[in-house]
């Protein structure tokens, strides 16, 4: 008996493919009912977590990394922020709405309404609201944690001793990370990009059978 198997992945996104028995699990595959309309309006920017302090609160118009919009602070700051927008409800019906992040650095945990609706790690930074979730007037808050990259850096401009390690030195391979003695540095590193830096877009989705022609 021969078997058909649809495999949904978006750019950047990678899966296990496990091969077996069906069952009688339905998939559901969804696609884009109309383009996706991006999210838009006053950001309010708050720093929850992290160091080596946390960066006044900010407000934005148009989503950008915190190293820019968060003086030298913000550019040493590694940890987590929360990023609050309140959007209305689209006026298009539709059984589910994608909300794509855009690009992330680095993981980004996703609440609406109040309700958590999961954990983004890698691309896409996209994830599914069923409609009955969504109010006429509903609130977005996302929660991004980047990498310790930059408060590394920091900590080495400033001559801390954060490499604490039993009978062992972090040997630096690439010449521009040499320090003192040859020990690994990173005091030359630039700011690396952090936050959620968008575009966010909402898109409504509709369910399809990818086995029928006509659907």
Partial sequence: KSMEAYVQLAPGQSCIVQCGARGDTDW????????GEMLTGRWDVS????????PAAVQLSRLQSWTEVGGEEGKAFSGTAKYTLEFPKPQMAAEVWRLDLGRVAESARVVVNGKDL????AAPFAIDIPADKLRDLNTLEVFVSNLMANRIADMDRRDMAWKRFYNVNMAALE????????IFSAAKWEPRESGLIGPVTLTPMEKFNPASPNS
């Fill in 28 to 35: 559901t595959y969804l696609r884009a009912k109309a383009p």
């Fill in 47 to 54: 720093f929850i977590k992290g160091g080596p302090g946390l």
């Fill in 175 to 182: 010449p521009a990370n040499r320090g003192a003695n040859n």
């Fill in 118 to 121: 999961g954990t983004l790690i």
